[in-house]
T-cell receptor
């Protein structure tokens, strides 16, 4: 199947700092990518849809100014958690649909811990 | 209407058993139903998917049964192994949903040796 990578795989930061997470489609182009967060023992919660060349679409309740998304190319989307706080600690996962097909492939996730 | 309800929350079976995980949905516009497997600390991996025009699909030891009239679908794992111990998520989407997946709540499966 198609491969989606994320970097970093884990990050620890101090409260108040910003953290950038990258999501790359390695062997296909993705005009759309999705960003999820997952708390322990819970399901995936969709945060936003990242659109190449245009603004991201955020789900209800997700703060646009806190979770900045940039989809600068057909293979890269970034999520920046601004002014991170301990409650932002979570597992962040991106996904991208296989072009022309319905399958969606997920990255390995990024564990964010805010101290 | 956008919800997908998954049960049970957790499941324990013996090696060789056949765990069954069930999902139900309301939105009849859903037309694609994938199942994902997730190990701790990893991203979900696509296992198998089905469309509503078929009632069953098998891939290896994994089978999806689909009941369109009841708006339910289920995952069966044949000859389960300890390596199948993971969290399983059902999901649904429709072609007009920009590819957004609606996930069930997840089922944590433990297969005992």
């Amino acid at each position: 199947g198609a491969v989606v990578s994320q970097h970093p795989s884990w990050v620890i930061c101090k409260s108040g700092t910003s953290v950038k997470i990258e999501c790359r489609s390695l062997d296909f182009q993705a005009t759309t990518m999705f960003w999820y967060r997952q708390f322990p023992k819970q399901s995936l919660m969709l945060m936003a849809t990242s659109n190449e060349g245009s603004k991201a679409t955020y789900e209800q309740g997700v703060e646009k100014d806190k979770f900045l998304i940039n989809h600068a190319s057909l293979t890269l989307s970034t999520l920046t958690v601004t002014s991170a706080h301990p409650e932002d600690s979570s597992f962040y996962i991106c996904s991208a649909p296989n072009p022309g097909l319905r399958e969606q492939f997920f990255g390995p996730g990024t564990r964010l811990t805010v101290l | 209407q956008q919800q997908v309800k998954q049960s049970p929350q957790s499941l324990i079976v013996q090696k060789g058993g056949i765990p069954i995980i069930n999902c139900a949905y309301e939105n009849t516009a859903f037309d694609y139903f994938p199942w994902y497997q997730q190990f701790p600390g990893k991203g979900p991996a696509l296992l198998i998917a089905i469309r509503p025009d078929v009632s069953e699909k098998k891939e290896g030891r994994f089978t999806i049964s689909f009941n369109k009239s009841a708006k339910q679908f289920s995952l069966h794992i044949m000859d389960s192994q300890p390596g199948d111990s993971a969290t399983y998520f059902c999901a649904a989407t429709f072609s007009g949903n920009t590819g957004k997946l609606i996930f069930g709540q997840g089922t944590t499966l433990q297969v005992k040796p």
